[in-house]
């Protein structure tokens, strides 16, 4: 029997990104023509992590067997059964580190978007609890990224 599959979005989180994508690009271009061009490639660089930061997820998906997140060009999956345990960054990021070094990151629940937002969140909250996962709050969980989640296909 195949279990429900729930599917949220990310749609606050991508208007923030595009948002600061236009700023630093008009920065760059604002910059170029005031005669200051050293400063444009700065404003170029933030430009690019929001870029990277776009393409870094799209929305989120779960299941009783697993929760991944999709983007453009990949998904990155991680069993529940892999879990050990969970960090929650100071903005709300949940880092989700399994076994042989997985690590999953999730957008902080305030980004997320879509009508299954509320049942997503129960379904977490129960699943977290059901599988008595340790969550820890730390400074770093912020600024991590995927790794060894990637699904080939």
Same mark, same amino acid.
């Given at each position: ?7 949220? #979005? =990310?749609?606050?989180? %991508?208007?923030?990104?595009?948002? #600061? ?5 008009? &920065? ?13 490639? =700065?404003?170029?660089? @933030?430009? &690019?992590? !929001? ?21 453009? @060009? ?9 879990? $050990?345990?969970?960090? +929650? #960054?100071?903005?709300? *990021?949940?880092?989700?580190? #399994?076994?042989?070094? %997985?690590? =999953?990151?999730?957008?902080?629940? *305030?980004?997320?978007? !879509? ?5 997503? @969140? $129960? ?5 977290? $609890?059901? =599988? +008595?996962?340790?969550?820890? $709050? *730390? ?10 989640? %990637?699904?080939? *296909?």
């Amino acid at each position: 029997m195949k279990s429900k599959e729930l599917r949220v #979005g =990310l749609f606050v989180y %991508k208007i923030i990104v595009w948002v #600061g994508i236009v700023f630093f690009l008009f &920065c760059a271009v604002m910059a170029w023509r005031a005669g200051q061009g050293y400063v444009s490639p =700065l404003f170029l660089l @933030f430009a &690019c992590i !929001g870029v990277f930061l776009l393409f870094m997820a799209s929305s989120i998906k779960s299941t009783s067997e697993y929760i991944s997140v999709l983007s453009p @060009f990949a998904e990155y999956r991680i069993y529940w059964d892999e879990v $050990e345990w969970i960090e +929650e #960054g100071n903005q709300g *990021t949940l880092v989700i580190h #399994g076994k042989g070094e %997985k690590r =999953l990151v999730l957008p902080s629940p *305030t980004y997320w978007s !879509g009508p299954q937002k509320s049942e997503m @969140f $129960e379904f977490m909250d129960s699943q977290l $609890e059901n =599988l +008595e996962i340790e969550i820890l $709050e *730390t400074i770093s969980a912020d600024y991590k990224v995927h790794k060894n989640v %990637k699904v080939y *296909t």
